[in-house]
């Protein structure tokens, strides 16, 4: 390309998010796909996209982001995700919950739980709504398990209770999995098990199951976001299934940015 009005406002830059999210390939894909050749993808963290995007919104500035739903961004501002006429960045996806080989036999409990772990985006969203707003994540994730008693029951019915088993569950610090993993946590906590939770990177997270230091993950976006980690390490690992359907990734604007399609950005 040759230059446009947004990449000038903008300084061609895409501001992303941890450089092993799945996220972040597919943005790299897009940038090929489109040929966003003047383009640069930041690396950084989920948080500080988020702040960049504060920043920008608050001066209603234009600013372009990797984002993804469910996420509390799109309830505290006016948001839009750019068309993807190429489908670059997948259809609906969802997202599951992998244990590693013998949990079933070695804390049958937990491992009905985390079977029966399901639950709607707005349910995440509660959780999110609040730890966005200050709230502590295991604070927040006993508020929802508070108020959805039915739901949970669901997911402990027929499971036997532990007997103080450690259970240790990875995560990487998106607002999605700082949920999820704390209210699965909790649950698993009040069926008789000590929960050590772990933040880590993706890659570490997959290969954690995969060789059995660690028990449990309810992350793995499927089938496109974590396609290349999956398919390296589903033969060691075992899949639950979704835990929740019909996330989105993308490419996401303010909707006073006057563009609707990756394609505007070339
Ligand atoms: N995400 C949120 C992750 C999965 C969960 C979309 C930022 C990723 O891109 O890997």
């Given at each position: 390309g040759t230059g446009s009005a947004i990449g000038e406002s903008t300084n061609y830059k895409i501001i992303g998010i941890e450089p092993g999210a799945g996220l972040m390939a597919q943005a790299k894909t897009a940038m090929k796909d489109y040929k966003l050749d003047n383009w640069t993808l930041v690396e950084g963290s989920s948080a500080a996209m988020v702040a960049e995007l504060k920043k920008a919104y608050s001066k209603k500035e234009p600013i372009i982001i990797t984002g993804w739903s469910p996420h509390w961004m799109f309830a505290s501002f006016d948001l839009k995700y750019l068309d993807d006429p190429n489908g670059t960045f997948g259809g609906a996806e969802e997202i599951n919950t992998l244990v590693r080989k013998g949990l079933k036999e070695d804390a049958p409990g937990a491992y009905t739980i985390l079977d029966q772990f399901s639950w709607d985006t707005s349910d995440m969203e509660k959780v999110m709504v609040d730890v966005s707003g200050g709230m502590d994540p295991k604070e927040a994730a006993d508020k929802w398990i508070k108020a959805?008693?039915?739901?949970?029951?669901?997911?402990?019915?027929?499971a036997q209770a532990g007997n103080g088993e450690e259970i240790k569950l990875v995560y990487v610090a998106w607002d999605t999995e700082i949920a999820s993993?704390?209210?699965?946590?909790?649950?698993?906590?009040?069926?008789?098990?000590?929960?050590?939770?772990?933040?880590?990177?993706?890659?570490?997270?997959?290969?954690?199951?995969?060789?059995?230091?660690?028990?449990?993950?309810?992350?793995?976006?499927?089938?496109s976001t974590h396609k290349d980690y999956y398919e390296s390490y589903k033969k060691d690992l075992v899949n639950l299934g979704p835990n929740l359907k019909g996330t989105k990734n993308g490419i996401v604007v303010p909707k006073y940015v006057d563009i609707d399609s990756i394609e505007d950005l070339k």
């Open positions: 959805n008693t039915d739901k949970v029951a669901k997911w402990t019915k027929g993993t704390n209210v699965i946590a909790k649950v698993l906590e009040q069926n008789g098990y000590k929960v050590k939770l772990s933040q880590v990177e993706v890659g570490p997270m997959f290969a954690g199951v995969a060789n059995g230091s660690v028990d449990a993950m309810v992350a793995a976006w499927l089938p």
